[in-house]
Nanobody, 124 residues
């Protein structure tokens, strides 16, 4: 089992920045691909970005490319999402997720472990 806990959400004005963290405990963290998903009110949960277990490969959904960066520190069992130039449409609950494989997947169904989510609100 893997337990994931997100932190770092909050309220920010458009154009601002936030850094989300996802701390993992339980089974080996470094052998898993990780991802960030988000769910806005009234919408389905969507893939935002993923990172392979090595950290060498990442994939971003088009809407956040050039604004968000992802990183992981396997020694600290922590993943980070740096969000810059935030827009009101980035408002959502952000979830981190882990899967028992090394490659990135875009479907939420490919991830076995989920955090409880952290709210990000971007005001205009």
């Amino acid at each position: 089992q893997v337990q994931l806990v997100e932190s770092g959400g909050g309220l920010v004005q458009a154009g601002g920045s936030l850094r989300l963290s996802c701390a993992a405990s339980g089974r080996t963290f470094s052998a898993q691909a990780l991802g960030w998903f988000r769910q806005a009110p009234g919408k389905e949960r969507e893939f935002v970005v993923g990172i392979t277990y090595s950290g060498r490969s990442t994939y971003f959904t088009d809407s956040v490319k050039g604004r968000f960066t992802i990183s992981r520190d396997n020694d600290k069992n922590t993943m980070y999402l740096q969000m810059n130039s935030l827009k009101p449409e980035d408002t959502a609950v952000y979830y981190c997720a882990a899967r028992e494989a090394m490659n990135i997947e875009y479907s939420e169904h490919a991830y076995e472990y989920w955090g409880q989510g952290t709210q990000v609100t971007v005001s205009s």
